[in-house]
């Protein structure tokens, strides 16, 4: 009786350990289920998010182009620069509402395209380190001493680590918002006109003084 009574115990031992190692064992299966689970969803977001971003690559790259030797801009009818020239940097082009695609030399006559056709345009321009286009909202834009086709000036960066560091090795470059830029552009063309205006005037009284 004495060893039926003491074996009791001990099969209750075992049959609690195997319980407790069988559900030990059914926790870490769920964890590893659960885990492969979270690893599944985040590669599957990953590939969509992947795939989105190829489509809109696609979608850009389709709808932009490039300007040939024979471009002239838009606006003030003086050559664009292709990317392989060393002024092609400051190149830039616009899809207009219909969806034409149009280039200009320099950003103030992009920009200035918009404010005296009363327009809104998709507007590009090229990454200083790549050449790549890049929407000019997005792009970083940065004030050089640099000798642009309309003395302008400004480059542009896809990220604000490139701008920095450019802005870091040139003492004269600073970072410029996009409407800082907009408000030189639209002051610079009402300069232009209003001097062109002032010297038609004068040719006009010139004239009058010679007939007179």
């Known amino acids: 009786m004495k060893k039926v009574i003491l074996s009791i115990p001990i099969v209750l031992a075992l049959y609690a350990c195997g319980s407790e190692e069988s559900k030990q064992a059914e926790h870490s299966a769920e964890s ?4 492969e689970q979270k690893i599944s969803k985040v590669e ?22 490039e300007p040939t030797e024979d471009t002239h801009c838009s606006m003030c009818n003086m050559k664009v620069y292709t990317k392989e020239h060393q002024m092609g940097v400051f190149s830039a082009q616009a899809i207009k509402p219909d969806g034409s695609v149009v280039f200009y030399d320099d950003i103030g006559c992009l920009l200035n395209d918009e404010y005296v056709n009363q327009v809104k345009n998709e507007k590009f321009v090229r990454d200083f380190n790549t050449l790549n286009w890049l929407n000019v909202e997005d792009a970083i834009i940065v004030k050089t001493n640099l000798r642009s086709p309309m003395n302008w000036g400004y480059i542009y960066f896809k990220t604000s680590e490139d701008a920095k560091a450019y802005v870091k090795e040139h003492n004269k470059a600073k970072i ?19 001097h062109s205006h002032s010297s038609e005037g004068n040719q006009m009284d010139m004239k009058m003084g010679e007939n007179n």
């Open 32 to 35: 590893m289920q659960t885990q």
């Open 44 to 65: 599957t977001e990953q590939q969509v998010n992947d795939n989105a971003t190829k489509t809109n690559i696609i979608k850009l790259d389709n709808r932009l182009s």
């Open 176 to 194: 410029s918002p996009i409407a800082q830029v907009r408000e030189e552009a639209i002051e610079r063309h009402k300069n232009k006109k209003a």
